[in-house]
């Protein structure tokens, strides 16, 4: 078995142990050169691709699109053409993977009626109604060019070839960009469709009882007959043990007792929700903000600074630089970086055990992304001018929001800069970014009223606040590096030189 080699679930950065498969590249038989992209998986931060270590074909096909996988698990067998499939049969056993998928020609086509009927079987597939798509609502969305490389979740992709949909005619909310089973169901019930519930068969209407072997007077049971009740529902008090007028006359007055009485008091309409599953980016902020919180003791230095001549030093740059868009937060960050030079011991990370002092201020900075928060590092952020440090947070923001950035590119860092002054936020508190000791939250520049020399004045001014742990950082200390911020801040030229 030495000419096959297996596809593996990679480990990208310590944190990672798990990775939902994306998509394919190849399709099974493709010849694959070294260096090729194979599969796309997601990560809890990223969506990165699996390249081939070796040259070969593309044998099987393992984990599906949409599959969670642990790192090390066997994702597919790249080996020779020649190659017997028992070879590859028993490496993958070897290996302890499964069976492999069936080849896509194995899927047959079905018509929508068919698919309709057999839908149910599916887990979590909402079927359509049999209807011929040619005489039917379908039609309208089975028209359009070649869908088969517009994103789609696995479980939309084939009820949309089941229905004989058109992707194209489907608008996507999914994560990416990605078509759902929801906005496909969104789609048909527009176009005029109905859905039914997979157990959703209209309920069965009992036979009525056959009452023509119990005992009654002929007058019980004429009566009976109008009535619509059933002798069986009737006492037995006539004479030889027969059905009399009066039993069927007690039957009704119990019917309609009983259709008299209020009704049971119900319980409160819960209002409408929709339950949201949480992605994987969100399941792992959680837990490491809580695990945070939990573990290092928060406490908080505030301090406000003014910077006016922060903004006009920033505009002669911006423009006399025609290619500059330099940001106030491109000043903090490069500020911070300054500061923790001046205050290394704020330039740390600790563990729980040992504690680790920087040489190099490497900034993380919050970018808000849809699924939640990604914080890329400007590595040795105290050595690089503003301009190629603005011009490197806007390339990695916009990366960050691809989902396109390495592992290493977000991963680490030794101080955090939060900043949500351009929501109009003018102070909040922020969580630490373990193993990081220290975060900054930076709120929005406002014109406030301030005193100068004892005369009242207009100056804008930034609110800051230092969210500290204190198994390392003492308040004096955190109170020294804001004084050095805010230096920096007021007086930029001072970090410039």
Known sequence: ??????????????????????????????????????????????????????????????????????????????????????????????????????????????????????????????????????????????????????????????????????????????????????????????????????????????????????????VARRLARELGISLLDCRTSGSHGRVSKADVEAAEALRQRLAAAPAAPQAPAVPAFEEVPLSGMRKTIAARLQSSKQTAPHFRVNIDAEIDALLAVRKQLNDANSGAKISVNDFIVKACASALMRVPDLNVQFDGTSLKRFASADISVAVAIPDGLITPIVRGAEGKGLIALSNEIRDLSTRAKLGTLAAAEFQGGTFTVSNLGMFGVSQFDAIINPPQCAILAVGAGQ???????????????????????????????????????????????????
């Open 1 to 218: 078995m030495a000419n096959i080699s297996a596809i593996a679930m990679p480990k990208w950065g310590m944190e990672m142990s798990e990775g939902v498969i994306s998509e394919w590249r190849l399709a099974e038989g493709a010849t694959v050169s070294a260096g090729d992209d194979l599969v796309d998986v997601e990560t809890s931060k990223i969506v990165n691709t699996v390249t081939a270590q070796a040259g070969g074909v593309l044998r099987r096909i393992i984990a599906q699109p949409g599959e969670t996988l642990p790192v090390g698990a066997l994702l597919g067998v790249l080996a020779s053409a020649d190659t017997p499939d028992g070879d590859i049969d028993s490496f993958i056993a070897a290996q302890g993977g499964g069976a492999a998928a069936p080849a896509p020609e194995a899927e047959a086509a079905q018509a929508p009626e068919v698919a309709a009927k057999a839908a149910p079987a599916e887990s979590n597939v909402t079927p359509l109604r049999a209807e011929p798509p040619a005489a039917g609502v379908l039609a309208k969305l089975a028209s359009g060019a070649d869908d088969s490389d517009l994103p789609a979740t696995p479980i939309a992709r084939r009820l949309a070839r089941q229905y004989g949909v058109n992707l194209h005619n489907v608008t996507a909310s999914g994560r990416h960009g990605r078509v759902t089973k929801e906005d496909l169901e969104q789609a048909i019930l527009a176009a005029g469709g109905t859905l039914v519930a997979p157990a959703g068969a209209a309920p069965v209407k009992a036979a009525p009882r056959d009452d023509s072997a119990v005992h009654a007077t002929p």
């Open 447 to 497: 014109q406030r009223p301030v005193v100068r020399n004892g005369e009242l004045a207009v100056a804008t001014v930034v609110t800051l606040s230092l969210a500290s742990d204190h198994r390392i950082i003492d308040g004096a200390l955190a109170a020294k590096f804001m004084g050095v911020l805010k230096g920096f801040l007021e007086q930029p030229a001072t970090m410039l030189g």
